[in-house]
């Protein structure tokens, strides 16, 4: 039992990632027609402004520290953030230490600047192209993305921590009536998962609640009927692409404390968040969501190793393998439209 | 009246040999007029530096590349000489190898089997290199080695750790400065015997492929030779990133050790979620948590930030050793670059220096007279004390340093400390154990 609630909460955790990549990439395909293969990029530019944030919070100025010297013997430098002679050395190592999440407010309007110009620069060229074309144009910006990226931050893990605050884990069994230490989960990753629910509830009511939301829906529907209305809907599908890089950018923000960002943390959620766009029916954000979770815990008990002794690798194909059960016996995935990917 | 014996199928064969013959590289005909493949004659020598310049190591395969301009540059009489003021043999005089000023050409191996092969073979076919060197990988080391054997050159290796590099992967052309597997266990097994008890149960968590097989049955076989259980060993894909699947059953397992036999992005990635789980906080069997990653590379390290803090591990080399070799690799290195160098710039400027010098030695560029100078050669000032490189499979057996993630490091690159330096006996092992042949050296003519 306590296996199981484990890895339902780990499953939570990877299917909140999953989740919010598929809901940006599905918001674009249902939008704009478009299979968009950099948006793995997209998710690792948002960790990136992380890092970046992290790197201007922490511009220093160096004081010699005739104590110590340094690796070739010379008097030390020691580093003192700009921040600190600002505000402190309290509050400057707090600012330093809250980066992250500091960062959410850094990433929402640059992943949307992002998104636009690249709505606008090359994807909008490729509307009436077939998806093949989409795909391979949006698959070469996902490389030229992350090599700028590896240009400029190096190919090695860059660790971008948590504020100390929300370090260490949380003891789910001692609450639950288990032994203590059985059922342990960390406190970011309840933020993650928390935080991921907020942006998808956000997404959703923006979509159902206000009159933009509105008529995106209505020009996902039915497109040249609201362009006979006379309504500019190719500006808010614009628009809409911006908003579905910032969600993956901010995925990518939250993401940073989890695992330390490389340039090719995006390709390693791509492939995996158009499966999840794929069984959960292409085009549904509801879909995108359920299907984000559903093959996030599905992995996690995969790679349990009670599971590994009677099936060896089946961690490995898991998400592929249900993939293709779902696409043989219901093309349209799970809660896709009647007639998406059925002919 | 001549009578032909030409018959179609005769023709189908005549032309099929014609064909493999023609198709087959230069590299692997014999020359008419070299005595073996590449033979230097202008005034000038190429040494190919196949390393990863883009890829998951590509900062490993830079600081690579620093080392070997750095040894190129000391070879050829410039800057300080670096280590050829400590290195024991005094072949070297800083005027190139044999006189030929040494020049070198560049490989991206992209730290894929294939890639690496064929920027190899670019290397030695175009641009006529006689000794190929570097790498971060061991499937890279094997491939590459393979094909420098049947090239006919010598293969310096770079970053291996697998056993099978210098074991059942050997061959005659290849030899390996860094450590491997077994020599990690071998070092780290007492100390942790003496930091953690001898009543301990071990949870290894190995990455999927051949070095981490190897290297979880070489701390397997440490520690339980000490007294510890292994209470479970689970495979991870190498394309893992998040390992919270695997590290939340580990304290259910009661297990009071969880061994990371990762490397890279995994070993960044699995520590970090582990530290994360707060594993190193509890307290398991009446004993605190701890967790061992039996490689270290102060690159990787780096990646995983203040998670190595008080984590042990083991490394080829680093730069606070306190030795004449290392401190002049050191400063020579440091006055270059602004920077201490990695273990992977340390190991790939030796591997240079020692072909250099077996050149000398010998007399001769030939590949064979070369690895009949290194075979037995024993050496001391490159930095890890006295070394010799076995005869009977190519490896170098020398000091091993046991290392700890530091708990107040006082820069970015101060984040190991020494533990111990484990004398090369208790790391040395029967050259069979591994299997595999040498076979005889190929000089490609």
């Given at each position: 039992m306590e296996a199981i609630i484990l890895q339902v909460l780990n499953g939570l955790d990877k299917g909140s990632a999953y989740a919010l990549i598929a809901l940006g990439l599905t918001l674009i395909f249902g939008t704009l027609g478009v299979v968009n293969f950099a948006h793995g990029a997209l998710f690792m530019i948002g960790a990136f402004c992380a890092v970046t944030l992290s790197r201007i919070l922490s511009l220093s100025h160096e004081v010699l520290d005739p104590g110590k010297t340094d690796f070739l013997g010379n008097p030390s430098k020691v580093n003192v953030p700009y921040v600190n002679d600002w505000f402190g050395e309290v509050a400057g190592s707090a600012i330093i230490d809250w980066a992250v999440p500091l960062s959410i407010l850094f990433a929402i309007p640059v992943m949307i600047v992002i998104g636009i110009v690249m709505e606008r620069g090359l994807i909008k060229h490729f509307y009436k192209r077939p998806h093949a074309d989409q795909i391979l144009v949006t698959f070469g910006l996902a490389i030229v993305l992350q090599e700028i990226i590896k240009y400029f931050y190096g190919a090695n893990p860059i660790p971008t921590p948590a504020p100390q605050a929300f370090t260490g884990s949380f003891d789910f069994g001692a609450m639950l009536?288990?032994?203590?230490?059985?059922i342990i989960y960390p406190y970011w990753r309840i933020i993650y998962f928390a935080f991921a629910a907020l942006i998808i509830g956000g997404v959703f009511a923006f979509l159902q609640f206000t009159t933009f939301g509105m008529v995106v829906r209505a020009g996902m529907a039915d497109r040249e009927t609201v362009q006979l209305l006379g309504i500019d809907i190719d500006r808010r599908f614009t628009l809409m692409f911006g908003l579905a890089a910032a969600v993956a950018g901010l995925a990518g923000v939250m993401y940073t404390p989890i695992n330390s960002p490389n340039y090719h943390m995006g390709m390693d959620f791509l492939v995996l968040s158009f499966v999840v766009v794929v069984v959960g029916g292409m085009g549904s954000l509801p879909g995108a969501v359920a299907a984000g979770f559903l093959l996030g815990i599905l992995e996690s008990f995969a790679s349990m190793r009670e599971v590994l002794e009677y099936l060896p690798g089946i961690n490995q194909i898991i998400i592929y393998l249900v993939a293709i059960i779902i696409l043989l016996t219901r093309p349209r995935g799970l809660m896709g439209r009647k007639g998406v990917m059925e002919e | 009246m001549t009578k032909s014996n030409l018959t179609r199928r005769g023709l189908i064969k005549t032309s099929a040999v014609a064909g493999v013959g023609l198709a087959t590289p230069t590299i692997f005909t014999a020359s008419s007029v070299a005595a073996f493949t590449n033979e230097p004659t202008g005034s000038s020598v190429t040494l190919g530096f196949n390393v990863p310049?883009?890829?998951?190591y590509a900062d490993e395969g830079a600081d690579e590349l620093r080392a070997y301009e750095l040894a190129v540059e000391h070879l050829n009489g410039g800057g300080d000489g670096g280590l050829m003021n400590t290195f024991?043999?005094?072949?070297?005089?800083?005027?190139?190898i044999l006189g030929k000023e040494v020049k070198y050409v560049t490989g991206d191996t992209q730290t894929k089997s294939d890639a690496a092969r064929a920027s190899a073979r670019s290397m030695i076919e175009?641009?006529?290199?006689?000794m190929i060197t570097g790498g971060s990988s061991s499937g890279v080391a094997v491939a590459v080695q393979a094909l420098c054997q049947e090239a006919g050159v010598i293969f310096m290796a770079g970053l291996t750790h697998s056993n099978d590099t210098t074991g059942k992967d050997k061959k005659a052309n290849g030899f390996r400065h860094f450590f491997n597997s077994y020599m990690s266990g071998a070092a780290l097994a007492p100390i942790l015997a003496n930091n953690y008890g001898t009543d301990r149960r071990a949870y290894h968590l190995t990455a999927d492929y051949n070095w981490g097989y190897t290297t979880e049955e070489a701390v397997r076989t440490s520690t339980e030779a000490l007294g510890w259980e292994t209470v479970a060993a689970v495979k991870t894909p190498l394309?893992?990133?998040?390992?919270s699947s695997y590290i939340a059953p580990v304290l259910q397992s009661g297990a009071d050790v969880l061994v990371l036999n990762h490397y890279g992005g995994n070993m960044v990635n699995s520590l970090t979620n582990a530290v994360q789980f707060g594993l190193r906080d509890k307290l398991v069997n009446n004993k605190n948590f701890e967790i061992i990653v039996p490689l270290y590379s102060r690159l990787m390290a780096k990646g995983a930030g203040a998670n190595v803090k008080g984590i042990y591990g083991s490394t080829n080399w680093h730069w606070s050793l306190t030795d004449e070799g290392s401190k002049a690799f050191v400063k020579s290195f440091g006055t270059k670059y602004g920077f201490p160098p990695s273990q992977a710039a340390h190991t790939t400027y030796v591997q240079a220096m020692l072909y250099a010098d077996a050149v000398e030695r010998a007399g001769s560029f030939n590949p064979c007279a070369v690895a009949e100078a290194l075979e037995g050669f024993e050496f001391d000032g490159m930095g890890n004390g006295k070394t010799l490189y076995r005869a009977e499979d190519h490896q170098c057996f020398k000091d091993v340093l046991v290392v700890r993630g530091k708990e107040n490091p006082t820069s970015e690159f101060d984040l190991l400390e020494i533990v111990e330096v484990t004398p090369t006996e208790q790391v040395t092992y029967d050259a069979s154990i591994f299997g595999g042949e040498l076979g005889a050296c190929n000089p490609g003519a």
């Amino acid at each position: 039992m306590e296996a199981i609630i484990l890895q339902v909460l780990n499953g939570l955790d990877k299917g909140s990632a999953y989740a919010l990549i598929a809901l940006g990439l599905t918001l674009i395909f249902g939008t704009l027609g478009v299979v968009n293969f950099a948006h793995g990029a997209l998710f690792m530019i948002g960790a990136f402004c992380a890092v970046t944030l992290s790197r201007i919070l922490s511009l220093s100025h160096e004081v010699l520290d005739p104590g110590k010297t340094d690796f070739l013997g010379n008097p030390s430098k020691v580093n003192v953030p700009y921040v600190n002679d600002w505000f402190g050395e309290v509050a400057g190592s707090a600012i330093i230490d809250w980066a992250v999440p500091l960062s959410i407010l850094f990433a929402i309007p640059v992943m949307i600047v992002i998104g636009i110009v690249m709505e606008r620069g090359l994807i909008k060229h490729f509307y009436k192209r077939p998806h093949a074309d989409q795909i391979l144009v949006t698959f070469g910006l996902a490389i030229v993305l992350q090599e700028i990226i590896k240009y400029f931050y190096g190919a090695n893990p860059i660790p971008t921590p948590a504020p100390q605050a929300f370090t260490g884990s949380f003891d789910f069994g001692a609450m639950l009536g288990f032994d203590p230490n059985v059922i342990i989960y960390p406190y970011w990753r309840i933020i993650y998962f928390a935080f991921a629910a907020l942006i998808i509830g956000g997404v959703f009511a923006f979509l159902q609640f206000t009159t933009f939301g509105m008529v995106v829906r209505a020009g996902m529907a039915d497109r040249e009927t609201v362009q006979l209305l006379g309504i500019d809907i190719d500006r808010r599908f614009t628009l809409m692409f911006g908003l579905a890089a910032a969600v993956a950018g901010l995925a990518g923000v939250m993401y940073t404390p989890i695992n330390s960002p490389n340039y090719h943390m995006g390709m390693d959620f791509l492939v995996l968040s158009f499966v999840v766009v794929v069984v959960g029916g292409m085009g549904s954000l509801p879909g995108a969501v359920a299907a984000g979770f559903l093959l996030g815990i599905l992995e996690s008990f995969a790679s349990m190793r009670e599971v590994l002794e009677y099936l060896p690798g089946i961690n490995q194909i898991i998400i592929y393998l249900v993939a293709i059960i779902i696409l043989l016996t219901r093309p349209r995935g799970l809660m896709g439209r009647k007639g998406v990917m059925e002919e | 009246m001549t009578k032909s014996n030409l018959t179609r199928r005769g023709l189908i064969k005549t032309s099929a040999v014609a064909g493999v013959g023609l198709a087959t590289p230069t590299i692997f005909t014999a020359s008419s007029v070299a005595a073996f493949t590449n033979e230097p004659t202008g005034s000038s020598v190429t040494l190919g530096f196949n390393v990863p310049q883009s890829g998951p190591y590509a900062d490993e395969g830079a600081d690579e590349l620093r080392a070997y301009e750095l040894a190129v540059e000391h070879l050829n009489g410039g800057g300080d000489g670096g280590l050829m003021n400590t290195f024991s043999s005094k072949a070297l005089k800083g005027n190139g190898i044999l006189g030929k000023e040494v020049k070198y050409v560049t490989g991206d191996t992209q730290t894929k089997s294939d890639a690496a092969r064929a920027s190899a073979r670019s290397m030695i076919e175009k641009d006529g290199a006689v000794m190929i060197t570097g790498g971060s990988s061991s499937g890279v080391a094997v491939a590459v080695q393979a094909l420098c054997q049947e090239a006919g050159v010598i293969f310096m290796a770079g970053l291996t750790h697998s056993n099978d590099t210098t074991g059942k992967d050997k061959k005659a052309n290849g030899f390996r400065h860094f450590f491997n597997s077994y020599m990690s266990g071998a070092a780290l097994a007492p100390i942790l015997a003496n930091n953690y008890g001898t009543d301990r149960r071990a949870y290894h968590l190995t990455a999927d492929y051949n070095w981490g097989y190897t290297t979880e049955e070489a701390v397997r076989t440490s520690t339980e030779a000490l007294g510890w259980e292994t209470v479970a060993a689970v495979k991870t894909p190498l394309t893992q990133t998040d390992f919270s699947s695997y590290i939340a059953p580990v304290l259910q397992s009661g297990a009071d050790v969880l061994v990371l036999n990762h490397y890279g992005g995994n070993m960044v990635n699995s520590l970090t979620n582990a530290v994360q789980f707060g594993l190193r906080d509890k307290l398991v069997n009446n004993k605190n948590f701890e967790i061992i990653v039996p490689l270290y590379s102060r690159l990787m390290a780096k990646g995983a930030g203040a998670n190595v803090k008080g984590i042990y591990g083991s490394t080829n080399w680093h730069w606070s050793l306190t030795d004449e070799g290392s401190k002049a690799f050191v400063k020579s290195f440091g006055t270059k670059y602004g920077f201490p160098p990695s273990q992977a710039a340390h190991t790939t400027y030796v591997q240079a220096m020692l072909y250099a010098d077996a050149v000398e030695r010998a007399g001769s560029f030939n590949p064979c007279a070369v690895a009949e100078a290194l075979e037995g050669f024993e050496f001391d000032g490159m930095g890890n004390g006295k070394t010799l490189y076995r005869a009977e499979d190519h490896q170098c057996f020398k000091d091993v340093l046991v290392v700890r993630g530091k708990e107040n490091p006082t820069s970015e690159f101060d984040l190991l400390e020494i533990v111990e330096v484990t004398p090369t006996e208790q790391v040395t092992y029967d050259a069979s154990i591994f299997g595999g042949e040498l076979g005889a050296c190929n000089p490609g003519a």
